[in-house]
């Protein structure tokens, strides 16, 4: 198909060769592209190739072999016995990335999950890096840190080797001209330019505040530099969004100021460590918003308190609204994740806090934050209901403000749900399915302990709190929910409309 490609290509060129000799207009005729040099936009060279071939020798290709134990696929078939009954079978797999040179002695930069395990119950065997001139070496995993996605690799050498250094994230504006260098699909040595399309992006992980880019960025570009035009690394490239898995414009690299420090981390052979004040929180939407009556999108809401810790020990609680810590406001692009795990543990910091409407500052002292293990502890989440609802309580609901029918609470029922026996509140006996409430995913079973910051003890009192906040002119009201085995959360749920 090649072939026959290129002898209609040859035709056509042919053909076309033809018809200008022969139909050429009298008098001297000038091309429309000749002698035309485009002019490079302003702060590009018009052309990256001096400035590449002095980058790319510092980049290298890395990959990994990988063990994984996959369920026998005749397990359960009457050919179980004859091909290893319920042993698990060991697969050999491999993946490809990019990755950096950072010291003439070997150390490289990549992304974590270019030298990870890709799946469940996989082992990695070994790390190679390969460099342009194909000569390869076995890496050693010098450290990791899974929160950013970075890591530190660290090959032996007989001579010193090509590398680059960082530059200045802090500086990159939207629309600077950069250029990505790496493997995608195996392709080594692949070179795309293009701009920064924006910066301190959050695609939603706690520390994320890339540098989007519309330079070509596919699967093997992770780990790669993002080079900016004076050939300084100013990002770690590491994401895409994609619905098709290829480029479509849309790139993320880890930001050098962000990165330079974790990687100086693990390089010395320590662990990461970030801070920590000991809370649970939740974006301030349009509901949690006009719940509280406060703007959206500016603070965080305090979800629950960890006992002793930070938070705990300043006075903040449940229910508050953390807008500014340290001097630096709380916004969905400056979230309170992201403030604190920069701030040196065991220092004093001032936290303004929203509570009742007043405006509150209180300081707190900084920990160390857990292992992932121990979070998932504090915010753990089982799944528990209890007895199924009757019709005159579905019906009940569904004429209810918030589409809820509640009961007060009793010595039987808290038994039933399994909640402290001096839990005080009325629960929720059924939802309406067409309410926001149960768009939310609360169920019968769940507690109410408070409404609008008031507490709840009969359902004469939620009645009366959800009557007053519409005739203040809001359309929500905030819930705090107690559910089996959860700490108590806040829930802003929507009136009906009338």
């Known amino acids: 198909m090649r072939y026959a490609y290129a002898i209609t290509a040859a035709l056509l060129l042919g053909g076309t060769a033809i018809a200008i000799s022969t139909h050429q207009p009298l008098g001297a005729q000038t091309a429309q592209n000749e002698g ?8 590009a060279p018009i052309s990256l190739a001096d400035m590449v071939e002095k980058l790319q020798p510092a980049v290298v290709n890395i990959s990994t072999k990988q063990r994984v134990q996959v369920k026998n696929p005749f ?8 091909f290893g009954g319920s042993r698990p079978q060991t697969r050999q797999a491999q993946s490809l990335g990019s990755g950096f040179l950072i010291s003439a002695d070997g150390y490289i930069v990549t992304n974590n999950h270019v030298v990870s395990a890709g799946a469940r119950g996989a082992s990695v065997d070994s790390i190679t890096v390969t460099l342009t001139n194909r000569e390869e070496y076995e890496a050693e995993l010098v450290g990791r840190d ?13 001579k010193p080797l090509p590398f680059v250094k960082f530059g200045d994230s802090t500086k990159a504006r939207v629309g600077d001209w950069v250029v990505a260098i790496g493997n995608p699909y195996a392709l080594s040595g692949t070179v795309t330019a293009g701009i920064i399309s924006a910066v301190h992006r959050n695609t939603g992980g706690t520390y994320d505040r890339f540098i989007q880019t519309d330079a070509s960025i596919n699967q093997g570009n992770s780990g790669g530099p993002m080079f900016d035009m004076n050939g300084n690394v100013i990002g770690i ?3 895409i969004l994609s619905p098709s898995g290829g480029n479509v414009g849309i790139g993320f690299a880890i930001p050098s100021e962000q990165a330079v420090p974790i990687i100086e981390t693990l390089r010395k052979g320590n662990a990461v460590k970030r801070g920590y004040l ?5 974006p301030l939407g349009e ?3 006009e719940s509280l009556g406060l703007a959206k999108n500016r603070g965080e809401f305090v979800q629950a308190v960890e006992p002793g810790g930070g938070a705990d020990k300043a006075g903040i609680q449940a229910g508050d609204v953390i807008v500014r810590v340290n001097n630096k406001e709380v916004t969905p692009d400056e979230t309170l994740s992201f403030i604190v795990s920069n701030l040196p543990i065991n220092s004093k910091v001032p936290i303004e806090i929203m509570r009742g409407g007043k405006r509150k500052t209180v300081q707190a002292v900084v920990g160390e934050r857990p292992s992932e293990e121990k979070l998932a502890q504090f915010g753990a989440n089982p799944d528990e209901d209890f007895t199924q609802p009757d019709e005159s309580d579905s019906e009940q609901a569904a004429q209810q403000e918030l589409g809820l029918a509640t009961l007060a609470l009793n010595g039987n029922i808290i038994r039933q749900l399994g909640i402290p026996a001096d839990t005080r509140g009325i629960v929720i006996s059924a939802v309406d399915r067409s309410s926001d409430a149960a768009a939310k995913g609360l169920r019968r079973g769940d507690v ?8 709840t003890t009969e359902p004469k009192a939620l009645d009366e709190i959800v009557s007053a906040v519409r005739k203040s002119g809001r359309g929500a009201v ?12 806040f829930i802003p749920v929507r009136l009906s409309e009338k």
């Open 146 to 158: 899974p929160a950013t996605d970075l890591a530190v690799l660290k090959i032996k050498a007989k």
């Open 278 to 282: 000991g809370v649970q929180i939740s």
């Open 36 to 43: 035309m040099q485009a002019a490079a936009p302003h702060g």
């Open 237 to 239: 490239n590491s994401q």
């Open 75 to 82: 397990e359960g078939t009457p050919f179980g016995g004859m």
């Open 448 to 455: 109410i302990l408070s409404a609008d910051n008031r507490p």
């Open 478 to 489: 905030l819930l705090q929910l107690l559910r089996r085995g959860q700490p108590a959360a």
């Open 287 to 289: 509901d949690m918003a």
